[in-house]
């Protein structure tokens, strides 16, 4: 039986996202384009709208605010491209050591067009430096910030509503990438009007891949892409209803009991990897962290045996973000955090979601144990 412990990359569509997926798939008066005059377009349409009403209220943000989309990277770059203009020479912007390779990569890109990027630091629990980014805002007072609200690699949450407010009172435009929150609980991040900016995708919570939501609630931002004037002229392109079904019905399903559950599942997870490894790492255990999310070092070992090794017998877990696993200097997260580098190699990221179960989590344990041995005994046979 497969054990899947990467639900941080993608977790499973719910078999009731599914079903309204299939629906729209299905019926003959559901096939039309939303755009169309006739009546299963008209139909379409109402179904659209009425997502969107059913999304916008779980955010507490009007419907003309929800913009539909690919996922969490066409969200993240929406959002900055958004804040900072066509031509960001001699703007300035704000990120986290930490961030997702979506901010991350498109900040840096948008550095080698002559935008000025200035870089928080975080401390040995992976939360970002508030006091250095209040010191910045009011000393230098950047066009525009961008800090996601858990980190993804080892699920930290960051002071994203303190920051968000502090913004709100300097007027400067501030984006968060919630892709590690949205149906993950912590409602008080996704709710906060000071978070003008933030954005989810549903296949880190139930829902299909290819289909998102990124919430502009003071509606500063440009179009993202032309051509027929989709989602309030915003991002051009005939909408993903059914994707759209599956995201809508999936993060209803996401509430707090399920993340008080997925929680409950994790603290067992991670004190019974104590209790066996009395000398592993837990990272960012000092902090605040999501329901889901164990990033977890063991010394002496190395993720690149005990991951195929793990995998091999059916159990599947990450070694830190999914978008860029494998990076020879190993985790960017990490290192900011100060892990040393064999720690760093040593990590597994193991992460839990709505369909995990208490017996998997025994068996993974089993199968971890004898991973430890066999890497320690080939070791000791080198």
Request: glycine share 10%; charged share 20%.
């Amino acid at each position: 039986m497969a054990i899947y412990l990467d639900h941080a990359a993608s977790t499973p569509v719910h078999p009731d996202g599914a079903a309204a997926m299939h629906e729209i798939h299905c019926d003959p008066l559901l096939m039309a384009n939303p755009s169309s005059a006739h009546a299963s377009g008209r139909e379409v349409k109402a179904r659209l709208n009425d997502f969107r009403a059913r999304v916008a209220r779980r955010f507490e943000c009007d419907p003309a605010s929800v913009i539909f989309n690919s996922g969490g990277t066409e969200g993240d770059n929406h959002a900055l491209l958004g804040m900072l203009g066509s031509d960001p020479s001699g703007k300035h912007l704000l990120i986290s050591a930490i961030e997702h390779e979506a901010v991350w990569e498109m900040a840096h890109h948008l550095q080698r067009r002559g935008l000025k990027l200035s870089i928080a630091p975080v401390n040995e629990h992976g939360e970002t430096d508030l006091e250095f980014v209040e010191d910045m805002l009011l000393s230098e007072r950047p066009d525009a910030v961008s800090v996601m609200a858990v980190n993804n690699e080892t699920g930290v949450v960051q002071p994203v509503r303190e920051l968000a407010a502090i913004c709100s009172e300097n007027e400067i435009p501030f984006h968060s990438d919630c892709v590690r929150v949205v149906g993950h609980g912590l409602e008080e991040i996704i709710t906060d009007g000071n978070i003008g900016l933030l954005n989810g995708t549903a296949h880190k919570f139930g829902g299909p891949r290819g289909c998102g939501v990124l919430i502009d609630r003071r509606r500063m931002l440009p179009p993202y892409s032309f051509g027929g004037g989709h989602e309030h002229g915003l991002r051009s392109g005939t909408e993903n209803l059914a994707g759209i079904a599956g995201l809508t019905v999936a993060l209803k399903l996401a509430d707090r009991e399920h993340a008080v559950k997925v929680e409950t599942l994790r603290k067992y997870l991670e004190t019974q990897i104590l209790r066996r490894w009395p000398d592993c790492v837990i990272h960012g255990s000092g902090a605040i962290r999501a329901t889901h999310i164990t990033s977890v070092a063991f010394p002496g070992h190395t993720a690149a045996f005990m991951q195929p090794w793990l995998s091999e017998r059916g159990c599947f877990v990450g070694t830190g973000s999914a978008c860029h696993e494998g990076a020879a200097n190993g985790s960017r997260v990490l290192r900011a955090m100060g892990v040393p580098l064999e720690l760093d190699k040593a990590t597994l990221r193991i992460s839990l979601g709505w369909n995990t179960k208490l017996t998997e989590l025994d068996e993974f344990l089993t199968h971890l144990e004898a991973c430890l041995q066999a890497e320690h005994s080939l070791a000791g046979s080198a």
